[in-house]
T-cell receptor, first 113, second 114 residues
Framework: AQSVTQLGSHVSVSEGALVLLRCNYS??????LFWYVQYPNQGLQLLLK??????LVKGINGFEAEFKKSETSFHLTKPSAHMSDAAEYFC???????????FGQGTRLTINP | EAGVAQSPRYKIIEKRQSVAFWCNPI?????LYWYQQILGQGPKLLIQ????????DSQLPKDRFSAERLKGVDSTLKIQPAKLEDSAVYLC????????????FGAGSRLTVL
């Protein structure tokens, strides 16, 4: 079975500071990994995905994530936080047959002015 | 391209009542998913359709939840009778193929059970 653990249900950073959202996965097969963002009262929007190509993945809005097999991690980063980044972020895993996504519990990102 | 449409956006019902949610996926998307998102948790897959057939309903509480996608296009998720713990946002998503790496989500239907 696959699972995802997001470390920290709530992360708060200052505007302009580095954003780091942590995600560790468990999978018995090579995984696909995803980060989704959810703004209030909206559905989930794909930020980026890892599908066994380059281990450093660049996404929308200046976010990127690095797949580290040895650490079973897929942490999300952004060099400089913007107020508009405030949202809930979900890490998800699927197998490479990609039949379904298993989500983590989410991390709420707050940006302080 | 139009997104995934869901209705109603909000619904409040008493426990033991029934409720139905509707989803219209992106045109041409063969795979449709229903997820349940309880407050403070990540989305959990309830059911996956490939065209009008069920691929995975292992986490669907079949004693009270049902879903159909009769013509392989839009879908309905029903809860009867509702319990307090069913309060959640019900998200519909679709993808062009069965590959989960291209899911597009709707805005969701928020259910409150009193």
């Amino acid at each position: 079975a696959q699972s995802v653990t997001q470390l920290g249900s709530h992360v708060s950073v200052s505007e302009g500071a580095l954003v780091l959202l942590r995600c560790n996965y468990s999978s018995s097969v090579p995984p696909y990994l995803f980060w989704y963002v959810q703004y209030p009262n909206q559905g989930l929007q794909l930020l980026l995905k890892y599908t066994s190509a380059a281990t450093l993945v660049k996404g929308i809005n200046g976010f990127e994530a690095e797949f580290k097999k040895s650490e079973t991690s897929f942490h999300l980063t952004k060099p400089s936080a913007h107020m508009s980044d405030a949202a809930e972020y979900f890490c998800a895993v699927s197998d490479q047959g990609a039949q379904k996504l298993v989500f983590g519990q989410g991390t709420r990102l707050t940006i302080n002015p | 391209e139009a997104g995934v449409a869901q209705s109603p956006r909000y619904k409040i019902i008493e426990k033991r009542q029934s409720v139905a949610f509707w989803c219209n996926p992106i045109s041409g998307h063969a795979t449709l998913y229903w997820y349940q998102q309880i407050l403070g948790q990540g989305p959990k897959l309830l059911i996956q359709f490939q065209n009008n057939g069920v691929v995975d309903d292992s986490q669907l509480p079949k004693d009270r939840f049902s879903a159909e996608r009769l013509k392989g296009v839009d879908s309905t998720l029903k809860i009867q009778p509702a319990k307090l713990e069913d309060s959640a946002v019900y998200l519909c998503a679709s993808s062009l193929t069965a590959g989960a790496n291209v899911l597009t989500f709707g805005a969701g239907s928020r259910l409150t059970v009193l």
